[in-house]
């Protein structure tokens, strides 16, 4: 995928477990907790970008004085621009009365954003306008601390409209059809009654002002979530806060999408990345957890820290999009994964190029590939070591200094070969120029390849293929390569997601539109009008009840057949190198990532029922003409 990483949304949250005082007299300054939110945010800014969110909430505020603070921007860079609304504030302090920036009490009185608890989002938008109003987190106010919720989540559900009727029967009016929106008054909903029965309950024992605060104590929160998400379908990493001072971050069943966590006695930190909280809190990867599929992480207010079961866990699939593309590549775990993803195509690679080594140039596409880069490289590099063992092998008992010197220098020609210009995009205006300027998105080192020469170069993956065909393929044959054998780390991208990621339309997919060319090549479109018969029949079942037959579409091709229809499609017009394109296989896939066994993106094996209504909806709307999302 050759597109600017922002495909999937961030989420942090952090609530201090000591006094302000403390962390004053140990490091020096009150917003020490603000900072290290920014550094969490800022390390996940691979994430989605569209707008960016953070919140605040203050323990044990005095009435009359504000307890919840929000910024929310959709400027260019977003976490730039909350943190600088955030931080004008405390610069203006710095320079009228410098001494009240030491006085943590004063701070929390007096100035936003100087509470325990913090939530922050990175947004990738899939649905709707990218305004502030879409931006996370989202607030339900009250004038009951116990009654106020924020809430932001890296999440899509597939059943917003079984959702958004739940919240109609209940006598509800929401203002937006939004999954975000209908979780937030899912949630309040049950909030709103867990406050109720305690209140009255203790009518009768008690005072208004008293109860109270005997609803902040007695609040179940494990219930309320388990309420609320009873009927969720979707991939999710849910974080509330509440005015009274509990917290929360929920994960799906499947534990389709990430959270991590750590704890210690000043600190607990949720992410969607491990390696953001290891070097924001420089702690070992061994004292960060995932929180488990089902379950929530709980922070009361009291600072007590638990993770309890909302949703019976299901079989996991964490997705392996995560490992390959969207997260970032510093995770030692993940960076080992992309590494072996490398290693294991390379008999694939070999092959393409005949096994002839000594006349192929290795490279990669820019930026998110490297790493399975060297992979591949180490895959050719063993498979050397074995040549040139039998090689020196074979020069017998006596063999020469020059000779073993000349079989030693034997090593793959790895060379930097692409450089995407990332600024160039910005210059596309109009459509009679788009076309040109986008070929030149990439550039190339002139004068590392040679005419009798191939030229390997890796991607993480391929989806719609255009980026390939209108600029990588077409500056790539400039260097006059023999062949261009173009690598993808991930399998085939054959059917839409639904779970955190915008890809829900059939016909944007390479790898689907290759297989419907071979069905028409091999006079096999009858398959195209059964299946979507197949679908319109079902279209009035249940979820529960649906079937994917969008995977007929490929059942007669070898997986090599739809690639080498995929090379077809994606050489441009005039292209003199042969140009190939290679695939992993689902195999290989799970064998690098053994713990992300998700892969509905590559088999339409759908780890929740709504997952297969929307591929049933993906391929009407493709067949119907529908330029549309499938959810």
């Not at 005095?62 to 621009?81: C, F, H, L, M």
């Not at 993770?307 to 866990?313: A, F, I, N, T």
């Not at 970032?328 to 294991?344: A, F, H, M, S, V």
Request: aromatic share 10%; hydrophobic share 35%; glycine share 6%.
């Amino acid at each position: 995928m050759s597109d600017l990483i922002k495909h999937e949304c961030g989420v942090a949250m952090l609530r201090l477990l000591k006094p302000l005082e403390f962390y004053q007299e140990k490091y020096g300054s009150t917003l020490w907790g603000l900072n290290k939110m920014y550094l969490l945010m800022e390390k996940q800014h691979n994430r989605g970008q569209d707008g960016v969110g953070l919140a605040n909430v203050k323990l044990d505020v005095e009435t009359g004085k504000r307890y919840i603070s929000r910024k929310r921007s959709v400027a260019t860079n977003p976490i730039q621009d909350v943190f600088k609304q955030v931080n004008r504030r405390f610069v203006e302090l710095e320079q009228k009365n410098p001494t009240k920036l030491k006085d943590p009490q004063w701070m929390k009185e007096n100035l936003p954003f100087t509470g325990e608890l913090f939530l922050g989002h990175l947004r990738y938008g899939t649905f709707g306008e990218n305004t502030i109003e879409q931006c996370h987190p989202f607030l339900r106010q009250s004038n009951w601390k116990t009654r106020n919720l924020v809430l932001a989540g890296n999440f899509n559900m597939t059943n917003v409209d079984e959702l958004f009727q739940q919240l109609v029967d209940l006598g509800q009016h929401p203002k937006q059809k939004a999954d975000t929106v209908t979780i937030l008054e899912k949630i309040g909903h049950f909030l709103d009654e867990a406050n109720d029965d305690i209140y009255y309950k203790n009518k009768e024992r008690f005072s208004k002002k008293e109860i109270t605060k005997i609803i902040g104590e007695e609040i179940d929160i494990q219930d309320i979530l388990i309420q609320s998400a009873k009927y969720w379908d979707g991939g999710y990493v849910m974080c509330g806060l509440f005015g009274h001072g509990d917290a929360f971050a929920l994960r799906d069943p499947n534990a389709i999408r990430p959270a991590y966590y750590y704890k210690d006695e000043e600190v607990c930190v949720v992410a969607s990345e491990r390696p953001v909280i290891q070097t924001a809190f420089n702690c070992k990867s061994d004292k960060i957890h995932e929180i488990k599929r089902g379950h929530a992480l709980i922070i009361k207010k009291d600072g007590s820290v638990q993770e309890k079961q909302v949703r019976e866990p299901l079989v996991r699939k964490a997705c392996s999009f995560e490992r390959i593309y969207f997260s970032r590549g510093n995770d030692k775990d993940i960076y080992n994964e992309r590494l072996e993803l490398g290693k294991r195509i390379f008999p694939k690679v070999l092959k393409s190029i005949e096994n002839d080594v000594k006349n192929t140039v290795f490279s990669y596409i820019p930026n998110t590939a490297e790493v399975s880069y060297f992979g591949l490289l180490k895959g050719c590099h063993k498979y050397l070591n074995e040549v040139k063992t039998r090689k020196i092998q074979a020069l017998g008992d006596s063999p020469n200094h020059k000779e073993i010197e000349n079989i030693l220098k034997i090593s793959p020609r790895a060379e930097k070969i692409a450089i995407k210009d990332a600024k160039l995009r910005t210059f596309i205006t109009s459509d009679d120029s788009r076309d040109d300027l986008v070929s030149h998105v990439y550039d190339v080192t002139y004068g590392t390849v040679k005419t009798t020469d191939n030229l390997v170069m890796i991607d993480d993956s391929i989806v719609r293929g255009t980026t390939l065909k209108q600029s990588i393929i077409r500056i790539l044959d400039r260097l006059e390569p023999k062949k261009i054998v173009v690598v993808s780390s991930a399998p085939q991208i054959r059917y839409p997601d639904c779970y955190g990621i915008d890809m829900a339309k059939m016909g944007d997919f390479i790898a689907f539109n290759a297989a419907v060319e071979l069905l028409k090549d091999t006079n096999q479109e009858q398959i195209l009008k059964d299946v979507y018969k197949q679908c319109k029949d079902q279209y009035h079942l249940s979820k529960e009840e649906m079937v994917n037959y969008v995977q007929e579409i490929y059942k007669p091709f070898t997986a090599d057949e739809i690639s080498k229809k995929i090379s077809e499609l994606l050489t441009p017009e005039g292209t003199k190198a042969e140009v190939e394109i290679i695939y992993q296989s689902i195999s290989d896939l799970h064998a690098s990532c053994p713990h992300h066994q998700g892969d509905w993106y590559f088999t339409g094996d759908y780890p929740t029922p709504g997952g297969t209504k929307v591929v049933n909806t993906a391929f009407i709307n493709y067949i119907e003409g529908n330029n549309k999302r499938a959810y």
